[in-house]
Structures are given as C-alpha cells and as structure tokens.
C-alpha cells in the first residue's frame, strides 16, 4: 500500500487503497472516487449476544472515506480566499520542485496555470480541506460532486504529495 502525505507537513493526505485513484491533467492532479461508510453504533455481539450482530449496532453514522481515514478538516473558502492561497502554495510548491526535481518545475508551472482558471470557472461546486495539522501553508484538498455522483471526487495538486509504500 501507498500513502501519500503533503510535502511540507508529512500530513496523511490519501492512499492507493482508495477507489479508483488516478492521475488527471497530465500527472497534474491526484483524484480519488469517494464513498462512505458506517461508523460508531459497533456491537460486536456484546449487546444482543448474537454473532451475526457485529457491526451492525444502531446509531451508526455515515462518514466519508477519504475525510475519516485521513482525518481531513473543513475549510470553508471564498473564492477571493483561495486564489490568495493557492497562489502561495504554488510558489512553495514550485521552490519544492525546484530543489528536488526541476526538470518538472516548468510543466508544473504551466499546467497550473492552465487548470486553475478552469478550476475557478466552478469554483461554487467545491469544499475544500487540510490535512490534520491544519496548516494554511501546506496544501488544500479539493473535493467535487462530479455530474451525476453520490459522493464528491477529491482533487490533490500531485506535486505536494509524496508517496511512502508500507
């Protein structure tokens, strides 16, 4: 299993456990199918005495995959809010790849130029989050009920993650 943390936090972002990940916009973006899924309300067979019972306590609440797992917080954004810091992360980003991997400072650059903008076009349609350690600088997940889903498709910048095998 791969997991994938934020760069500058070592955050927990997302894993290749997750359904149906993959990369978009040339490498560009990290994207993750997301579900959900029971939790609290466990019985384990305690309360009823019934075998069969476990895990199927009342009061269990439905939770997001990707958000529980990975312990990702709300944050609610303007639009105003997020150009000022997605400009900011992009900076850090692009110091990050210039100092480790600069043959890909320039794609990068370019293909964030070109998706932001299409980004904002349905700005409306997201909610953002942060890692664990609620960093402003580290990098946003961006998370969007693509046409038709029941459950929102989370977006990653690929190049503020970095993948650690267990």
Known sequence: MKVFKDVFTEDEMCSD??????????GLLLVID???IAEGGEDYGIENNDEDAAGDGEGA??????VHSFGLQTCPMTKKD?????KKYLRKVKGHLE???P??????????????PKMLKDFGEYDFYMGKSCD????????????G??????????????GEKF
């Open 17 to 26: 456990a997750m359904k149906n990940l993959r990369e978009e916009e040339d």
């Open 34 to 36: 997301s579900y959900n």
């Open 61 to 66: 609440a439905q939770v997001n995959i990707v």
């Open 82 to 86: 997020f150009q000022t810091v997605i």
């Open 99 to 101: 100092a480790n991997e």
């Open 103 to 116: 043959e890909k400072t320039d794609k990068f650059m370019a293909g964030m130029k070109a998706w932001i």
């Open 136 to 147: 402003p600088d580290a990098g946003l997940v961006m998370a969007k009920y693509e046409e």
């Open 149 to 162: 889903a029941s459950f929102p498709t989370f977006y990653y910048i690929l190049d503020g993650l970095k």
